[in-house]
C-alpha cells in the first residue's frame, strides 16, 4: 500500500532538531502510565506572570511542549482483535482517508515553517511538532494496514511556496477540529460500541493534538507581538483569510474521491452525522456541543494556567448552545 512507502524526514528539513530517541524495551505499562501523566500535566515553576509575546512567555512554552513530550512507539502498538460487527462500524468511519492525508499535510507544513523560524526555542518546538504529526502518520498507517481498511490513494503532497500561510491553516484547522474530536472520542469511549484497547491507543494521540493546539494559540500570540506594527497589519489580514480558506475548504469536504478515484460524495456534517456513527443513543446537537466544550476544558486543564488557550471553537460552541437554549424556550 502506498501509505507504508512513506518516509519523512524532520530532521533532514528543520536546521539543529534532532529526532526524539524511543524507548527500544518491551512495553512497560508503568513507564507509559508515567509518560501519560508527564504529558497531560504541566505547570512552571518559573514565578510571576507570562507577558504575552515576551522572551518568558516562548521560553516557558517550548519549554512546556518539550518536557510533555510522551514517547510511545507506534510499533509496538497493539491492534485488538476486532469482532466483525465492530470491524465493519470502524471500517465506515468517514474519516480514515481525510486523517491521513491531513497528518500528510500538517507534517510537512510544520517542518516548512519550522525551518524558517530564526529563534530556535521556538524552531525546534515546531520540528518536535512535525515529527509529532509524522508519528500520528504511522500510527495511522499502522492500524488500517492491520483491519485492512481500504483508503484512497494519498495525494501528492507539494512543499508551500508561503509557509507561514501553511502553518497557519494547518493550526487553526486543528484549533476546530481538535474541539470536535474531543467531544467525538468521549462519544465513542461512551457507547462501548469499541474495544477499550482502541480508545486507549488514540487517547495519548488526542492529547497530543492539545498540546499541538495549546503550542498554536500560544505561538500565534507571540508571533503577532513579535513583529513591526506594518507586518502586522498583512498578518491579520491573513488570519482572516485564514478562516475563509478553512470555512471554503469544510464545506469542500464533501467531495472526496472513493477507493477507484472517482469522486463521491462523503460526509460533509461529520460532527453530528458522525456522533451519531460512534454511538447507539440518540445525541443532540447541543448535548455534542457540551460534551466537546467539557472535554475541551477537560484535556487543557493540567497546563500551566499563564498560557493562552485556543478560544475561537469555544466561544463558538458557547454561542449556539445559547442561541438553541433561547430557541428552544420560545
Ligand atoms: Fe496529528
Ligand atoms: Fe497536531
Given at each position: 500500500m502506498d501509505h507504508m512507502v512513506d518516509v519523512f524526514d524532520t530532521e533532514a528539513m528543520v536546521p539543529g532538531f534532532t529526532a526524539p530517541v524511543l524507548p527500544?524495551?518491551?512495553?512497560?505499562p508503568a513507564a507509559v502510565e508515567a509518560a501519560d501523566k508527564v504529558s497531560r500535566y504541566w505547570t512552571s515553576d518559573t514565578p510571576g506572570p507570562f507577558k504575552i509575546g515576551s522572551e518568558t512567555h516562548k521560553h516557558e512554552l517550548c519549554r512546556m511542549f518539550r518536557e510533555t513530550f510522551n514517547p510511545y512507539r507506534p510499533s509496538v502498538l497493539e491492534w485488538p482483535k476486532l469482532a466483525p460487527e465492530e470491524l465493519a462500524r470502524i471500517t465506515a468511519l468517514p474519516i480514515w482517508d481525510i486523517a491521513v492525508e491531513t497528518e500528510g499535510k500538517a507534517r510537512l507544513r510544520m517542518a516548512a515553517y519550522a525551518k524558517t523560524v530564526a529563534d530556535k526555542d521556538m524552531r525546534l518546538a515546531l520540528a518536535l511538532n512535525a515529527w509529532e504529526e509524522n508519528r500520528h502518520k504511522e500510527v495511522l498507517s499502522k492500524m488500517v494496514t492491520h483491519y485492512g481498511i481500504p483508503l484512497v490513494k494519498e495525494p501528492p503532497y507539494i512543499y508551500p511556496t508561503d509557509a507561514e500561510w501553511a502553518y497557519m491553516v494547518t493550526g487553526y484547522s486543528e484549533c476546530i477540529d481538535s474541539f470536535f474530536a474531543f467531544g467525538l472520542f468521549k462519544v465513542a469511549q461512551r457507547s462501548g460500541l469499541f474495544p477499550q484497547e482502541l480508545i486507549d491507543t488514540f487517547e495519548p494521540v488526542m492529547q497530543e493534538e492539545c498540546r499541538h493546539i495549546l503550542l498554536f494559540a500560544n505561538w500565534v500570540a507571540w508571533h503577532r507581538k513579535n513583529m513591526p506594527w506594518w507586518r502586522r497589519i498583512g498578518f491579520e489580514f491573513k488570519v482572516f483569510r485564514v478562516y475563509c480558506f478553512l470555512g471554503w475548504e469544510r464545506i469542500g469536504l464533501a467531495r472526496s474521491l472513493d477507493g477507484d478515484g472517482n469522486e463521491r460524495t462523503q460526509?460533509?456534517?461529520?460532527t453530528v452525522n458522525g456522533a451519531q456513527s460512534m454511538t447507539a443513543d440518540d445525541l443532540s446537537l447541543p448535548e455534542l456541543l457540551q460534551l466537546c466544550l467539557d472535554e475541551d476544558e477537560h484535556r487543557f486543564s493540567g497546563y500551566d494556567k499563564r498560557l493562552l488557550r485556543p478560544t475561537t471553537a469555544p466561544t463558538l460552541a458557547r454561542f449556539a448552545l445559547k442561541f438553541m437554549k433561547k430557541k428552544k424556550k420560545a
Open positions: 527500544s524495551g518491551p512495553f512497560d460526509d460533509n456534517n461529520f
